[in-house]
């Protein structure tokens, strides 16, 4: 089974699925069960508590799955995961009210296959890592993220969008991170979201072309002393195998993180920081 890893200093992996899901078709029903692949459009009407004997809740497959949890909840063990998105298109959303919850997973929702698949409007409490985006072309919107105990959102795929979301832990996670666009995730939007309360890093960006507008990023760092913690471009150190360029980082609001509040550390500056409101800053290339 093939799949991308997460890289984090403490050593830690985590990996991302990318191929191999079973797709058994199954017609419209009038439940929805631990262990289905939907293939239609589909509406829960009763809580999921999906235990180990599943590999994952339930799988999501585009162009036509389409998943409303419809203010209920899905529940896992912990090492049970949430949601595969995979084909193509596939959308998951909280409901009519932005209600439905995924609590307790592995990973929340892993979008997978060939991408461009839509998460809205869902709360996630308390998984591992809430939402993973292997593929390309994939939003998350209008969702909560709260009580993670490792990343908050990872992007592997480049074009992804995050848009309007709160991202945020307790400091009883220990060496939890908020969004990470990993090497690849390139030419992604992360646009007005709020990013808080982590221990390790609010925003940090391993990847090119991106555009992070508009976000509040608050509080981050508690256990890192020697970098910024706030929004950070690490360059070719770290958990990122080459330095970043050509990302516009513009209008943001980071204050109150540990050490620094923005920070980059590529030389010469290939990145664009324009109009921030921060703290603290680090390195040679911010605008005086």
Known sequence: MKGRYIKRPSGLTR?????????TSYGAKADVSCGDVITTAEVLTEDLSCSSAFDLALTVVGPGGYLDLNGFTIECDFDVDGIFLDGTGAVVTGGAL???????????VEAIGSGAHTVTGIAFEGNAVSVAFVSDNNTLSNSVISE?????VAINGSNSTLIANEVSTSTSASGAWGVILQVG?????ILSNMVSGFDQY?????????VISKNV???????????????????????CDDGQEGNTIVSNEATNNNNADLGDNNFPCVNSWVGNTADVVEGACFEN
């Open 15 to 23: 990996m991302l699925f990318t191929g191999c899901v079973l797709i």
């Open 98 to 108: 932005s209600n439905g919850k995924v609590q307790g997973c592995g990973f929340g």
């Open 148 to 152: 993670t105990t490792e990343i908050g």
């Open 185 to 189: 995730a390139d030419s992604s939007y």
């Open 202 to 210: 609010g925003v940090i960006v391993c990847s090119d072309r991106n």
């Open 217 to 239: 990023v608050e509080g981050n760092g508690v256990e890192i002393t020697n970098t910024a913690t706030g929004v950070y471009l690490p360059g070719d150190t770290f958990v």
